[in-house]
């Protein structure tokens, strides 16, 4: 039988890197946290497994993380000593996940009844495509991306980096989340020169709480030994090419 491996990653910890604080590193995520995980065991039908790669943040986080994975409610649930980066902890819990199905969620994303029913359908009824889907589109809405539509279904190159559902097949084709600062610029300018896109349902099935106030990769981050290649990362240093 198919399934989905949820990889839901959480950081919430207010650090001060040279004056600055880091966005959506406060309190408010703690809270967020509780909601996100509450509505995925609610509104999660499809039949999925739920990772959590926890990025070193509040004690008290890890401890209801922790105390989720002992009911059940969470399947795996990694905590990282400090904070690996968003793409770092989506690269673990790819290859933690056993389903046939990835989905890569942020730990604002609120979703909907039906969700991910919907975007493993959407999927399906589109073998040929190079799609991945979406359970919403968030803050690219804008005439500027041509937004299409694929049957009732609405296309969008720039929507998902908040709640990403792909095959196996298409996550080896797209490889591995780039580390560094930067990252998302370009791993999502590389997935649209291969010729993907996104897919989202005809109505959004969820919400973005975190929006205009989300999380900043671009923060520096300590130089640490990755698990892959065992190999050092400075993760201000942002790679152009």
Known sequence: ????????????????????????????????????????????????????IDNGGKPDDSDYLLGLARKGIINTYV???????????NNQGARIATGHYLCFMCNDVLVKPGWLSKCVEMLEQNPDKKLTA??????????????????????????????MVMDRKTFKDLGDFY??????????????????????????????????????????????KTLLNKKEINFDETINN
């Open 179 to 224: 580390v560094y600062g930067n990252y998302g610029n370009k791993w999502y300018r590389d997935k649209f020169e291969k010729g993907y896109t996104s897919i989202a349902p005809p109505e959004d099935l969820a919400v973005h709480l975190g929006h205009r106030g989300g999380l900043n990769w671009r923060i520096k981050v300590k130089i640490v």
């Open 79 to 89: 905590r990282n000593k400090e904070n690996m980066h968003y793409a770092f902890a």
């Open 1 to 52: 039988m198919k399934y989905a491996s949820i990889i839901l990653v959480h950081y919430s910890l207010v650090d001060d890197f040279g004056g600055k604080k880091e966005r959506g590193g406060n309190n408010s995520r703690s809270k967020m946290i509780r909601e996100v995980i509450s509505a995925i065991n609610k509104n999660t039908k499809y039949p999925a497994e739920l990772i959590v």
């Open 134 to 163: 979406t359970p919403f589109i968030g803050s690219h809405r804008q005439e500027k991306y041509n937004m299409q539509k694929l049957g009732e279904n609405r296309l969008n190159p720039l929507a998902g980096s908040n709640c």
